[in-house]
């Protein structure tokens, strides 16, 4: 199994910055991507970014030349620096990683989520 904890959410201004990281522990053996999720109240889960293990970002539109995703697979960390934070950011943040076994399915694994909470 793969552990995934998240730091770093808390309450900003609009126009502030949060930095969010994800440390990944466990059997971490070839984890392919890794990245960010959210879920406003009364919304879907949505993406907003996600890594490949060969370094391709994908993020949601909504967040694109905001936010920033990176990882280092030495430290086996993700991160989401979060700029310009609007009141429609607010949301729990998810880390979220997946390996592709075997056999060809995907297992995916999800952290217990950060509240980010931006203030208008």
């Known amino acids: 199994q793969v552990q995934l904890v998240e730091s770093g959410g808390g309450l900003v201004q609009a126009g502030g910055s949060l930095r969010l990281s994800c440390v990944a522990s466990?059997?971490?053996?070839?984890?392919?991507?890794m990245g960010w999720y959210r879920q406003a109240p009364g919304k879907q889960r949505e993406l907003v970014a996600l890594?490949?293990?060969?370094?391709?970002?994908n993020y949601s539109d909504s967040v694109k030349g905001r936010f920033t995703a990176s990882r280092d697979n030495a430290k086996n960390m993700v991160y989401l620096q979060m700029n310009s934070l609007k009141p429609e950011d607010t949301a729990v943040y998810y880390c979220?990683?997946?390996?592709?076994?075997?056999?060809?399915?995907?297992?995916?694994?999800w952290g217990q989520g950060t509240q980010v909470t931006v203030s208008s």
């Open positions: 466990g059997i971490i053996f070839r984890l392919d991507r």
């Open positions: 890594i490949t293990s060969g370094g391709t970002i």
């Open positions: 979220n990683a997946d390996r592709l076994t075997a056999i060809g399915r995907r297992d995916v694994y």
